[in-house]
């Protein structure tokens, strides 16, 4: 059996205090050896196996054969190349979810022989020592085949000028061009470097961005950030998170929807950051500016968790990882558009010339 040993399953809800004394390297060292019997210990407890997601030990390696066995009644054969990042790594889940879900297509990672479609799927900006990884597992690929997210588009995002390139095609964002003294965010280099709001004082040190500030507090007071994906010219609005707090996230969420109603110009703003940045599958946060509700993009990021909050798995019972684009439905609320994974079908069928009716069978987490 090939267990998940290298993916760690945080469940804060470990009793007796559990979850913050082993919030330590020994800890994460103790878990890893550990989480492939925690899945067990659920079903022990009495949690269902609907309610387990992707983890660690037999219940997910059990799953994956049954991916397996459902393989050849997906006419498409999808690559997930992700290579030798360090740290967490989101295509092994990512790929489970499209086998639980998709009935259309079969996703692999790191296996570029044969696949219909190669989707560059890791850690942005590429690292030094993993791009020459992909350019290798590209080249052993089917000649003719699709990449999405080319290399060439990956980091896009990161390069200097991005935000003027996407405002001089139309599409809203924070002035990236600020005057000494307006207020501003200010970034400093990589994916997860901390942000801070203050008055705008140049030069900036090197490899630091500022960006004026929009304010996008509601009636309530209340700061919104609005996630929206976009896969093959298909958008999809994601959740929205909530904070009393300037910078909205996880770390200051006060309030969670797991879907919004997408306005007519945020679908087009979305598809345009795509056209610009030569990007076929991203996320986007905007946020609504007080007073008009104008949307203006905040954030691109081809490598988005992909894991929904524990908050959201706490209000459903719910253990392991699932995907975010599954929390409204498993939440009982309707969507604009619908569920997303037909759309993922649809989008797949779309690129490929193929009959978007359903031809295989998705799983069913059970």
Known sequence: MRWVWSEQVRDTRLPWGLGDRLDSRLGWRLRRYASPLQPLGWLAAGVPPSRIGYGPGPLTAARRRRHARAAAGKPVRLCLLEGPVRGTRFSPVTAFWVNERSRLVHA??????????????????????????????????????????????????????TFARLRDAGVSVPDPEPRAGDLVVVKGPGQTSAKELVPYRPPLAPGHRAFAYVDARGPDGLHRR?????????????????????????????????????????????????????????????????????????????????????????????????????????????????????????????????????????????
């Open 108 to 161: 692999v990672v790191d296996e570029p022989e044969g696949a219909d479609v190669l989707w560059v799927h890791t850690q942005d900006p590429v690292a030094p020592e993993v791009r020459p990884a992909l350019e290798r597992m590209l080249a052993r690929a089917r000649p003719g085949a699709p990449v999405l997210n080319p290399l060439g588009a990956y980091d896009a995002y990161h390069r200097a000028g």
């Open 226 to 366: 609005y996630r929206t994906f976009h896969l093959l010219g298909t958008v999809h609005p994601g959740d929205v998170v909530s904070s009393s707090a300037w910078e909205v996230g996880l770390g200051t969420l006060e309030g969670h929807e797991p879907t919004y109603v997408m306005t007519d110009e945020e679908e087009e703003q979305v598809r345009r950051v795509g056209e610009v940045l030569g990007l076929d599958w991203f996320c986007v946060d905007h946020v609504r500016r007080a007073g008009d509700g104008r949307p203006f993009v905040t954030d691109v990021n081809v490598y988005p968790t992909a894991v929904v909050g524990e908050r959201v798995d706490a209000q459903l019972g719910a253990r392991g990882r699932w995907h975010f684009l599954d929390t409204a439905e498993r939440m009982g609320v309707p969507e604009q558009h619908g569920s997303f994974w037909p759309r993922f079908d649809e989008a797949f069928a779309r690129l490929l010339g193929l009959d978007p009716a359903p031809t295989g069978t998705a799983g069913a987490t059970a």
